[in-house]
């Protein structure tokens, strides 16, 4: 199966909490995938980049009330990420951690997810969501 991967982010956030949500985002992917990286590139003179996405990466905006029904769409999806805005209002990791083991899964927010799997199950679940403007 080949993996298609999209970014969705409420589209009402502010640009720069969208560029910061996405970038968030596809960091996780890379950690749980990181085949889907590829490797170093040499420029002509020999100065190496470092390896980008070898898969397209979409990035869609959707109402943020639609957020918590598209993340239950993809429960049986093999990539199901979720950005909560504990995240956000967390002044580190472990202030994170501890504000979503507080509250159950239907008690946080979601201000971006990131939904892999097949293309078929991708597009059953967010199709007919437009490119983020």
């Known amino acids: 199966m080949s993996l298609k991967p999209v970014i969705i982010l409420d589209e009402a ?8 949500f996405s970038a968030v ?3 996780s992917l890379g950690k749980l995938r990181p085949d889907l990286v590829g ?3 040499p420029t002509g ?11 397209a990466l979409p990035v869609l905006g959707a109402p943020g009330e639609d957020l918590p ?18 995240a956000f209002e967390a002044r580190d990791y472990d202030d994170y951690t501890a504000r979503i ?16 799997g097949s293309r078929k199950a991708v597009d059953r679940i967010c199709g007919r969501l437009p490119l983020l403007r």
Request: zero cysteines; aromatic letters at 4%; a negative charge.
């Open 45 to 55: 003179d020999e100065v190496s980049l470092a390896g980008i996405t070898t898969v």
């Open 69 to 86: 029904v598209l993340f239950e769409k993809a429960a049986d999806l093999p990539i199901r990420l979720a950005y909560m805005r504990a």
């Open 13 to 20: 956030l502010p640009t720069g909490l969208k560029a910061n």
């Open 25 to 27: 985002m596809a960091m």
């Open 101 to 116: 083991a507080a509250e159950p899964l239907a008690g946080h927010a979601p201000q971006a997810l990131l939904i892999a």
């Open 39 to 41: 490797a170093d590139t």
